[in-house]
Nanobody, 126 residues
Framework: QVQLVESGGGLVQAGGSLRLSCAASGRTFSAVAMGWFRQAAGQEREFVAAISWNGGKTAYADSVKGRFTISRDDAGNALWLEMNSLKPEDSATYYC???????????????????WGQGTQVTVSS
């Protein structure tokens, strides 16, 4: 069974940092882009960051640019999101996802992703 499992969420004060991890099982995702999305309570899921299949390209939402860093391992088994200078508005459930197609891109839309994790909660207190 192909799975993505997120971890690393938690409660942190504003200005603090967290590092989210996403572990793949059942197969590797070395040939596809991967990304992070988030969904706050009562809101739609939104794009956070994406990284191309070999890590050569990255993309970020304007709201996290300069504060968050996405990275991945070469084997396609792990994805990370380093989050610094956290703000209360960063509070959400964070999801990792693997893209549908094998292209050298950084997808930003939900429908470009095929496999999703179950999410990890991040809460930033003011």
């Amino acid at each position: 069974q192909v799975q993505l499992v997120e971890s690393g969420g938690g409660l942190v004060q504003a200005g603090g940092s967290l590092r989210l991890s996403c572990a793949a099982s059942g197969r590797t995702f070395s040939a596809v882009a991967m990304g992070w999305f988030r969904q706050a309570a009562g809101q739609e899921r939104e794009f956070v960051a994406a990284i191309s299949w070999n890590g050569g390209k990255t993309a970020y939402a304007d709201s996290v640019k300069g504060r968050f860093t996405i990275s991945r391992d070469d084997a396609g088994n792990a994805l990370w999101l380093e989050m610094n200078s956290l703000k209360p508005e960063d509070s959400a459930t964070y999801y990792c996802a693997a893209a549908r197609s094998i292209m050298d891109v950084t997808p930003t839309r939900e429908n470009e992703y095929k496999t999703w994790g179950q999410g990890t909660q991040v809460t930033v207190s003011s």
